[in-house]
């Protein structure tokens, strides 16, 4: 009810930018502004019970606080970046987060970070996430270790 019932949305809301040599685009599901905050909502088809919610959330944190970073860049003057993952096939699980600036310069760093890894073509492989990964080996390891 309180997402059909906001007032000040976008749907699909595509944004672009450009961070030092880099173009970063993302495209929101749903974006609800207010006065002090914005909040940021993904929806997402995994069907999930109450006991995975948590972890499943935490899997999309990353490209959240991504939509926040370049939300930042143009309504720099919000302090409040609500995000919620709502799971689509359980709509009653709904994962939320909160940022503030201070997230948002972290945030920046580690966006600086991976920009710097790329343009040296330094790619660092996360083995942490061979369990989720569609391209795992039996759900243990990366299909890239030889």
Same mark, same amino acid.
């Given at each position: *009810? $309180?997402?059909?019932?906001? &007032? @000040?949305?976008? @749907? &699909?809301?595509?944004?672009?930018?450009? &961070?030092?040599?880099?173009?970063?685009?993302? %495209?929101?599901?749903?974006?609800?502004?207010?006065?002090? %905050?914005?909040?940021?909502?993904?929806? =997402?088809?995994? =069907?999930?019970?109450?006991?995975?919610?948590?972890? *499943?959330?935490?899997?999309?944190?990353?490209?959240? *606080?991504?939509?926040?970073?370049?939300? @930042? %860049?143009?309504?720099?003057?919000?302090?409040?970046?609500?995000?919620?993952?709502?799971?689509? !096939?359980?709509?009653?699980?709904?994962?939320?987060?909160?940022?503030?600036?201070?997230?948002?310069?972290?945030? !920046?760093?580690?966006?600086?970070?991976?920009? $710097?890894?790329? !343009?040296?073509?330094?790619?660092?492989? @996360?083995?942490?996430?061979?369990?989720?990964?569609?391209?795992s080996v039996d759900k243990l390891k990366c299909i890239k &270790? !030889?």
């Amino acid at each position: *009810k $309180e997402i059909i019932s906001a &007032e @000040n949305y976008k @749907n &699909e809301y595509e944004l672009y930018i450009k &961070e030092d040599d880099f173009y970063l685009q993302g %495209r929101l599901d749903k974006v609800i502004f207010s006065d002090d %905050r914005i909040k940021i909502i993904d929806f =997402k088809t995994d =069907k999930i019970s109450s006991s995975e919610l948590k972890s *499943k959330g935490e899997q999309y944190l990353s490209q959240l *606080k991504f939509y926040a970073y370049i939300l @930042n %860049r143009y309504f720099g003057e919000t302090q409040i970046y609500e995000l919620q993952v709502v799971f689509i !096939k359980n709509p009653e699980l709904i994962v939320q987060f909160q940022l503030n600036k201070e997230d948002l310069i972290l945030i !920046k760093q580690e966006l600086v970070k991976m920009m $710097e890894s790329l !343009k040296a073509w330094n790619f660092i492989k @996360n083995t942490d996430y061979c369990p989720q990964c569609v391209l795992s080996v039996d759900k243990l390891k990366c299909i890239k &270790e !030889k």
